[in-house]
């Protein structure tokens, strides 16, 4: 079956812009999870959306906003572009929030702010 | 979630046995052992998970110790495309979604 699947894989914004990402996760999978990844601070965990409801958030500021639609489809925002938020941003999917530890992960988007 | 100790890099050679170490000595009852790996610029990708005893799918085998203070992931016939970083993490099998992963070990298969 189909894996997660990111969308763009790449792109290039410059600072003040907001960009949106959008992720389908693999089918039945109601959980999404959105995580940023930089060689300097690794995985950071962003938000986690089951069934429409965001469940847990990261420590990010607000500029960083996500949702989940009724397929389970999910969209990350990021606002007012800064220089920092230059990363990799991955979406992970799994069968339900808190069933289990067994995610799957996207190939990712890679953000580049200039 | 309890915290793991793995080496930062290691080689090993290619069609042979590649055994990557892990130490979570705070884990808890409840606490599942995780391995993911990351091939440079991908997603990472689940390999394997378990509680107690040894666990072996497709892609690996997980021994954990006893005690379940360490455990071990062998790569049977390691292969140039098995070089990645492998992750070991230690978390409850039912919360929440929120993946922590350190440094990882940067394992390099020699041909």
């Known amino acids: 079956k189909a894996g997660v699947t990111q969308t763009p894989r790449y792109l290039i914004k410059t600072r003040g812009q907001q960009v949106t990402l959008s992720c389908s996760p693999i089918s039945g999978h109601r959980s999404v999870s959105w995580y940023q990844q930089t060689p300097g601070q690794g995985l950071q965990f962003l938000f986690e959306?089951?069934?429409?409801?965001?469940?847990n958030k990261g420590n990010f500021p607000g500029r960083f906003s996500g949702r989940q639609f009724s397929n389970s489809r999910s969209e990350m925002n990021v606002s007012t572009l800064e220089l920092g938020d230059s990363a990799l941003y991955l979406c992970?999917?799994?069968?339900?929030?808190?069933?289990?530890?067994?995610?799957?992960f996207g190939e990712g988007s890679r953000l580049t702010v200039l | 979630d309890a915290k793991t100790t793995q080496p930062p890099s290691m080689d090993c050679a290619e069609g042979r046995a590649a055994n990557l170490p892990c130490n979570h000595s705070t884990i808890s009852g409840n606490e599942y052992v995780y391995w993911y790996r990351q091939i440079h610029s991908q997603g990472p990708q689940y390999i394997i998970h378990g509680l107690k005893n040894n666990e072996t799918n497709e892609m690996a085998s997980l021994i954990i110790t006893e005690d379940r203070k360490s455990s071990t992931l062998i790569l049977p016939h390691a292969t140039l495309r098995d070089t990645a970083v492998y992750y070991c993490?230690?978390?409850?099998?039912?919360?929440?979604?929120?993946?922590?992963f350190g440094k990882g070990n940067q394992v390099v298969v020699i041909p």
């Open positions: 959306y089951f069934s429409e409801t965001q469940r």
């Open positions: 992970a999917s799994s069968l339900g929030a808190g069933l289990t530890g067994e995610l799957f």
């Open positions: 993490i230690v978390r409850v099998a039912r919360g929440n979604n929120r993946l922590a």
